[in-house]
């Protein structure tokens, strides 16, 4: 068998491989929207049917009409874009401090603030609580949004890539009389934007899904999220599948746009990011 044979076969083993892998993955999306469409019979039928018949639009008019739906999303829209928006601002100033500034115990201190990436976030749960509380911001999306706005992880991706990008152009820019916040606002910034894109789907996406400190920090139906509005249609003992998986779709697809919207600069900034850093 020849190079080029063999390399046909491996080529077709995983383009097979990566349709299957792919077709596992869309699953449980496809089988979500199936099931939103539903009566309730059709749902707990014996055999799975992919395709409803009849469709119906039913749990999608009670997601919108039992339950203060409009209000949960845009608390999901104020908290994911809050989060957002305070990790872009300080994963930006402190990944540039360690990547381009050079001072005492510069990369001690940055491997210790990374060891922090090692502490499960749940440990950190009643001491966030215990200080939320006694400043006072108990039922506010100051609750939900300060304790997150700074992560190790953000810090780390923003300062690989900027790691990667020649010292020669701040200089430059110092000559000419920018200020650091300049060089930083007019060159780090649009010369990162693929790790920009990376970093903002996943922080975006861990923080519109939150749903543990969402639950802890908040007590009354006009603060809740996205996540907690889902137990509208579950109890104890059972839950109402038709309408939990309509309002999954529909807390589900902010997250697929952006992706959609972002794949390629996100892909892009992962790779880079670990290749460069």
Known sequence: ???????????????????????????????????????????????????????????YKRVFTEMPFGRFFLNSVIVAGGVTLGQIVTGYLAAYAFARIRFFGRDQIFMLFLATMMIPGYVLIIPQ?????????????????????????????????MYSIPMELDEAAMIDGCSRLQILTRI????????????????????????????????????????LALSYFQTSNDAEYGPLMAAALAASMPILVLFMLAQNKFIEGMTMSGVKG
């Not at 792919?22 to 979500?32: E, H, N, Q, R, S």
């Not at 039928?45 to 119906?56: A, E, G, S, T």
């Not at 543990?212 to 996205?226: A, C, F, G, K, Q």
Request: proline share 6%; no cysteine; aromatic share 12%.
């Open 188 to 227: 780090i910034v649009p010369l990162t934007k693929p790790a920009l894109s990376a970093m903002v789907i996943f922080v975006f996406m861990t923080a519109w899904n939150n749903f543990l400190w969402p639950l802890l920090v908040t007590s009354s139906e006009s603060m809740r999220t996205i996540p």
């Open 1 to 59: 068998m020849s190079r080029k044979t063999k390399k046909e076969i491996y080529k077709i083993i995983w383009t097979i491989l990566a349709v299957s892998f792919g077709i596992l993955m869309i699953t449980p999306l496809v089988f979500m929207i199936s099931t939103s469409l539903k009566t309730d019979n059709q749902i707990w039928k014996y055999d799975i049917q992919w395709i409803p018949d009849p469709i119906i639009l039913e749990n």
């Open 129 to 161: 609580y215990i200080m939320v509380d006694r400043l006072g911001l108990m039922n506010s999306y100051a609750a939900m949004i300060l304790p997150t706005m700074v992560t190790a992880f953000s810090i780390f991706l923003l300062r690989n890539f």
